[in-house]
Each structure stands twice: as structure tokens, then as C-alpha cells.
């Protein structure tokens, strides 16, 4: 099976920096990823990590340590818009690739 | 020109009822899914599908079944439907094996009364 945990919820100020942590337990590994979900709208893709070491992508960067099995991602210079869930998911091999996901972290932006 | 698109966007109805939602992809992709995200925004994987198998999860209900008529298209049908069927529902899709990312259609949120 696949247990995935991550906080609930997270307040930062606009133009901070915030790091959103992902704590991981599967049996095939075969992967990380970080989706962005505003209110009422579908998961958008954020990043995906595979290998330990650190993912940057504009002002999103996604971390993995497989050993530690923990993954977090940063969120640089702050906006308002970045007020969304957060959700980590872990691709398993053994439960056909798919995706697994954690119960998400509602990050809110405050001015 | 949406990705993944599914309809309705929003459906309510009675306990007891049979009902479907459509879902469509215009990306070529080869491998499609089902997740229910519920009230507490857990999202959760149904189904996967390619032209090759269907992966149920084993936790899904009998009542949920899938049905592809073509690539491009995988529908979700609910049969007696149960006040804990109450979520939104969305569609995914991905290109084979290799791609990493999965394109989300924009939901279809389901009331059951």
C-alpha cells in the first residue's frame, strides 16, 4: 500500500518563501509529483521527481530524498495566486504506475 | 480546444439512480483515469485504462464501471447510486509509459440526494 502525509494547512505572507513538506511509505517507488489545485478547478501538474536531489522551476523547486522517503516543495517570492492546495503523489509500480495522492496542503497567501 | 473535457460539470440526482459521466481527451493520449476527490479534497485513484487493460482499484465499488468506446473517450457509469457517492469526480489523461504528467479534466461534481 501507499501512505502518504503532508500538513493540512499552511499560511505564508506574500513575497516569503514557504516550504511545503511530503512524507512518503510505498512499495514500488517509481516516483514524486507535486500538483497545484486552486478552488473548484482540476490538479495542474507542478513537478516530478525521480532521483534524490533538487527540481527548479521558476519559483517552484521540488525536493526528494528516497532513502528518507520525504519530498518538499518551495515556493519562492510569494503571490497571491499561489493560494491553492498543494498535493504530493507517489507513483507505485506495484499498484499498476499509478498515481497516489497525499490529502493535499491548502497553502494561504496573506498580504 | 480543452485537453480534458467532461460532462456534466455538475449532477444531481437521487439515491437509487443510475447515471454517467462522459469523458473526452483530444491529446492522443494512450492511457486514461478516473479519480474521486471527496469532501475533504482526498483524491483518490478509480481507474485506469489503456487499449491494453483496465486496473480497477480494489477499493471501488462494483457499481462504478468504466467503459471506453474509443481511445479518446472513457466514461464513468453509477449504478444505484449511494449517498457516499457525493464528490467530484475528474478525468486524467496521460501519453504511454514515459510521459510523466497527467492532464486533468475539470471535474464533475456529483450530489447524490
Known amino acids: 500500500g501507499q501512505n502518504i502525509d503532508q500538513p493540512t494547512e499552511m499560511t505564508a505572507t506574500e513575497g516569503a518563501i514557504v516550504q511545503i513538506n511530503c512524507t512518503y511509505q510505498?512499495?514500488?517507488?517509481?516516483?514524486l509529483f507535486w500538483y497545484q489545485q486552486h478552488a473548484g478547478e482540476a490538479p495542474t501538474f507542478l513537478s516530478y521527481?525521480?532521483?534524490?536531489g533538487l527540481e527548479e522551476k521558476g519559483r517552484f523547486s521540488s525536493f526528494l530524498s528516497r532513502s528518507k522517503g520525504y519530498s518538499y516543495l518551495l515556493l519562492k517570492e510569494l503571490q497571491m495566486k499561489d493560494s491553492a492546495s498543494y498535493l504530493c503523489?507517489?507513483?507505485?509500480?506495484?499498484?499498476?504506475?499509478?498515481?497516489?495522492f497525499g490529502t493535499g496542503t491548502r497553502l494561504t497567501v496573506i498580504p | 480546444d480543452t485537453a480534458v473535457s467532461q460532462t456534466p460539470k455538475y449532477l444531481v440526482t437521487q439515491m437509487g439512480n443510475d447515471k454517467s459521466i462522459k469523458c473526452e481527451q483530444n491529446?492522443?493520449?494512450?492511457?486514461m483515469y478516473w479519480y474521486k476527490q471527496d469532501s475533504k479534497k482526498f483524491l483518490k485513484i478509480m481507474f485506469s485504462?489503456?487499449?491494453?487493460?483496465?486496473?480497477i482499484n480494489e477499493t471501488v465499488p462494483n457499481r462504478f464501471s468504466p467503459k471506453s468506446p474509443d481511445k479518446a473517450h472513457l466514461n464513468l457509469h453509477i449504478n444505484s447510486l449511494e449517498l457516499g457517492d457525493s464528490a467530484v469526480y475528474f478525468c486524467?489523461?496521460?501519453?504511454?509509459?514515459?510521459?510523466?504528467?497527467?492532464?486533468f479534466g475539470p471535474g464533475t461534481r456529483l450530489t447524490v440526494l
Open positions: 486524467a489523461s496521460r501519453q504511454g509509459e514515459s510521459s510523466n504528467e497527467q492532464f
Open positions: 510505498t512499495s514500488g517507488f517509481n516516483g
Open positions: 521527481n525521480v532521483l534524490d
Open positions: 503523489a507517489v507513483r507505485d509500480q506495484t499498484g499498476a504506475n499509478n498515481l497516489f
Open positions: 491529446l492522443g493520449h494512450d492511457t
Open positions: 485504462y489503456n487499449n491494453k487493460e483496465l486496473i
